[in-house]
C-alpha cells in the first residue's frame, strides 16, 4: 500500500516527459536485473570482486540519468548523459567477463547485455540531440 502511494505521488508531476519516465524506468529495472544477478554469483574472491565492480557501474546508470534530468545546463545535462554512458559501457565489459569466467544462466545475461547496448544507443542518440541542439542555442 504505501509504495503504491509513493507510486502515485511520484506520477502527480505535471508535464512529466513520459519517453524520459519509460527510459529512466528502464534504466532501474536493469540496475534491479544486475542486482539479481550479482546474487547469483559465487562467494569466491574473483566472483566477489567482479560482483562489487558490477554492482557499482550496473546501479550508477539510473540514478545519473535520474541526475540528467534535473540539470541545471543543457551542458550538464550532456555531462550527466555522458556520465551515465560510461558506466553503462563499463557495466557491458563486467557482464562480458562474467560469461566467459561463471557458469550461470545464459540467457539472463544475454538479455542483460542486449538491453544494455540498447540503453548505451539510446544515451548516445540523446547526447548527440542535446549537442545539436546546444550547437543551435548558440548560433552555430
Same mark, same amino acid.
Given at each position: ?17 513520459? $519517453? !524520459? %519516465? ?5 534504466? *532501474? ?8 544477478? /550479482? ?34 545546463? $543543457? !551542458? %550538464? ?5 555522458? *556520465? ?8 557491458? /565489459? ?35 540531440? !542535446? ?10
Amino acid at each position: 500500500m504505501e509504495s503504491n502511494l509513493l507510486s502515485a505521488f511520484i506520477g502527480m508531476s505535471i508535464g512529466r516527459d513520459t $519517453r !524520459a %519516465d519509460g527510459l529512466e524506468g528502464r534504466l *532501474v529495472q536493469f540496475a534491479i536485473d544486475i542486482v539479481k544477478v /550479482v546474487g547469483e554469483l559465487p562467494q569466491n574472491f574473483q566472483a566477489k570482486h567482479i560482483a562489487s565492480q558490477l554492482l557499482r557501474s550496473g546501479t550508477a546508470a539510473a540514478p545519473n540519468y535520474a541526475e540528467a534530468r534535473a540539470a541545471e545546463s $543543457r !551542458a %550538464d545535462f550532456i555531462h550527466k548523459l555522458g *556520465v551515465a554512458l560510461k558506466e553503462l559501457n563499463e557495466t557491458a /565489459v563486467w557482464l562480458r567477463i562474467i560469461r566467459g569466467s561463471f557458469h550461470m544462466e545464459t540467457n539472463l545475461l544475454a538479455i542483460l547485455v542486449a538491453e544494455n547496448t540498447d540503453l548505451c544507443r539510446i544515451l548516445v542518440a540523446s547526447i548527440q540531440t !542535446a549537442r545539436r541542439n546546444k550547437r543551435k542555442d548558440n548560433g552555430h
